[in-house]
């Protein structure tokens, strides 16, 4: 597992990837209209787990979603990552551990429109100082990876919505991120374009001994992954085995 140089309070088991405890998050603190949205969540993930994260609208598991990719806070509880406490970081820091130890996919792909497969996939990679020769060479290998290389000149007018989306895995996967998260990745995409970017998952999962934690309201979807955690009203309801 790679070290980092921010301090541990405590360290995590070997190939325990995510450590939650007790994590609460509330909006408009002190005011009348206050909401508690997630309720005292507590999760765990291994390293190299192909997790999904299920519910309905409203469940939490968008919330939860932005704690775990350190795009938000807990209002309060303990949340470590790789050992490190995400929870009491800075935002410098949490914006280092987005660039370089999570891997985004969304459901709108949010490819630069102007900018060809090839300059998207390196984008990330800019932001962690890698240099030019370098950054060319791992985009087009993980361009080829989703089965994209004979398209990484093309802008993302030019690519239909599956191939957009192999190209927002590639992205994701630049800096050789310790975990994956997609959200809602094949929301746009058609039924049998949805199952071909699923395969993908798979691949990487497999091939790669990546973690992936898939936000989805699919339950089918769920299904094909290793373990499923349903969200009901802030509280995990359910923690059962996928069929993967």
Known sequence: MKKTAVQEKTPPASDMMIDMKQIVKRY???????LQILN?????????QFVSIV???????STLMNIIGALDRPTSGSYFLEGMDIANMRDVQLSNIRNRRIGFVFQNFYLIPRTSALKNVEIPM?????????RRERAEALLETVGMKDRMSHKPNELSGGQNQRVAIARAMSNNP????ADEPTGALDS???HMVMDLFHKLHE????TIILITHSPELAKETERIITLCDGSIEHDTQGGV
Not at 55 to 61: A, F, I, P
């Open 192 to 194: 049998k374009t949805g």
């Open 126 to 134: 800019m932001y962690a100082g890698i240099g030019r020769r370098e």
């Open 28 to 34: 408009y603190i002190g005011q009348p209209n206050e």
């Open 207 to 210: 091939e790669k001994k990546k």
């Open 40 to 48: 005292e969540i507590s999760l765990q993930v291994n390293e190299g």
């Open 55 to 61: 519910g309905e609208s409203g469940s939490g598991k």
């Open 178 to 181: 310790a975990i994956i998260l």
